[in-house]
């Protein structure tokens, strides 16, 4: 089975920069997946790590350090659209039937 | 990207009655297509994977006789909710993986509501 943690909230003020994490427990890793998630909306993908290190895209950055079961999604520049929640994702072996952690809603203020 | 498309949005039961969703991938083909659940201010809990043209996979303590699914085509999956109760009120999303299955396409997701 899979399990993932992640803080259930973070706050942060516009323009600044956040770190959300997520540890996994997972007996086949097959990658972590960033989602963000508007109130009433669909999950959208942010971001995939298969690999170790860091992946930026944009104002997102992802990393992921496989011996340590660990990852992180960093913003930057925060802006009061990036309010939503964040979820982790982790998939196993070669089927991808991802696990989502319980997600991180992230309030920025002004 | 591809693009997944969910009907209704939106929907209004009353208890006792079935509901059908519809999940489209509209710009793709999608051989296998997730069905989640989530409750406001919680996770997304898989209940279900579709498979075109083979019996769906549920995931433990999901009543397969109450959530149907079928996945007739490679563009089409539908989930109904059978002899739906207020307790099954929720969010459904669907989602399609790409060929690689690093990311998934979710749906917009589907408001029920039963009264």
């Known amino acids: 089975g899979q399990s993932l943690e992640q803080p259930s909230e973070v706050t942060a003020v516009e323009g600044a920069i956040v770190q959300i994490n997520c540890t996994y427990q997972?007996?086949?890793?097959?990658?972590l997946s960033w989602y963000q998630q508007h109130d009433g909306g669909a999950p959208t993908f942010l971001s995939y790590?298969?690999?170790?290190g860091l992946e930026e895209t944009g104002r997102f950055s992802s990393f992921l350090s496989r011996s340590d079961s660990y990852g992180y999604l960093l913003l930057q520049e925060l802006q009061m659209k990036d309010s939503a929640s964040y979820f982790c994702?982790?998939?196993?072996?070669?089927?991808?039937?991802?696990?989502f952690g319980r997600g991180t809603s992230l309030i920025v203020h002004p | 990207g591809a693009v997944v498309s969910q009907h209704p949005s939106r929907v209004i039961c009353k208890s006792g009655t079935s509901v059908k969703i519809e999940c489209r991938s509209l710009?793709?083909?999608?051989?296998?297509m997730f069905w989640y659940r989530q409750f406001p201010k919680q996770s997304l809990m898989l209940m279900a994977t579709?498979?075109?043209?083979?019996?769906?996979?549920?995931e433990q303590g999901v009543e397969k006789d109450k959530f149907l699914i079928n996945h007739a085509s490679l563009t089409l999956s539908t989930l109904t909710v059978t002899s739906a109760h207020p307790e099954d009120s929720s969010f459904y999303i669907c989602?399609?993986?790409?060929?690689?299955?690093?990311?998934?396409?979710f749906g917009p997701g589907t408001r029920l509501t039963v009264t």
């Open positions: 579709s498979n075109e043209g083979s019996k769906a996979t549920y």
């Open positions: 710009d793709f083909q999608a051989t296998t």
């Open positions: 790590n298969a690999l170790d």
């Open positions: 989602s399609a993986p790409t060929g690689d299955r690093r990311e998934q396409y």
């Open positions: 994702a982790v998939g196993e072996g070669g089927s991808y039937i991802p696990t």
């Open positions: 997972t007996s086949g890793f097959y990658g």
